[in-house]
């Protein structure tokens, strides 16, 4: 039985939310834009009871220093960034005690982009222009697998987590 993670009621009968933050990498604003407007729409589709939230950087440097900074469980990176790339961005989330998902996006998402990103461990390929159903499935199922993933760490490894909240 999965554990449902997104929602909580508290003492007063009232259900918290949980915000989704995504994190976009795209020195090109209309990325942003549009992930942003598709959250907008999306919202309930994507995960009940989850309020998902876009925050966008332009370079490797500033996400990496966002990332540095919160839990950010997903990350979305244009294939091309200047200066660097994807590659940079994974590089770096591997780093990480809590490695976010990280989603590669292009006009030219081709075979060679998917089989390589997904061989070095990107999460999945998004195809340019975004098309809302496809950004919904593809944020919607790598959410649930992190929550999962994080949901049977803590059962296996509870004094780990608390650990890494302290």
């Known amino acids: 039985m ?4 997104t929602a909580s009621a ?3 009968g009232t259900i918290s939310t949980t915000t989704v933050t995504v994190l976009s ?3 090109i604003v209309n990325d942003h834009t549009s992930l942003s407007s598709i959250f907008e729409r999306s919202e309930p589709i994507l995960c009940s009871g989850s309020k998902w939230t876009l925050h966008p950087c332009a370079t490797v440097q500033a996400a990496v220093t966002a990332l540095c900074r919160a839990r950010i469980p ?3 990176t244009e294939r091309d960034l200047a200066p660097g790339s994807w590659r940079d961005i994974l590089e770096n989330v591997l780093l ?3 490695p976010p998902f990280l989603i590669v996006t ?4 081709d075979e060679y982009l998917w089989a390589e990103a997904l061989n070095l461990g990107a999460y999945n390929v998004l195809a340019k222009p975004f098309d809302a159903s496809e950004v919904m499935h593809v944020l ?6 992190w929550t999962d993933l994080h949901d049977n760490i803590q059962v296996r490894h509870p004094q780990v987590i608390a650990a890494g909240a302290a």
């Open 10 to 12: 508290s003492a007063s």
């Open 25 to 27: 990498v795209s020195p």
């Open 74 to 76: 997903l990350v979305v």
């Open 2 to 5: 999965r554990k449902l993670r």
């Open 106 to 109: 292009s006009r030219l998402a």
């Open 96 to 98: 990480l005690p809590d």
């Open 140 to 145: 919607g199922s790598a959410w649930r697998h």
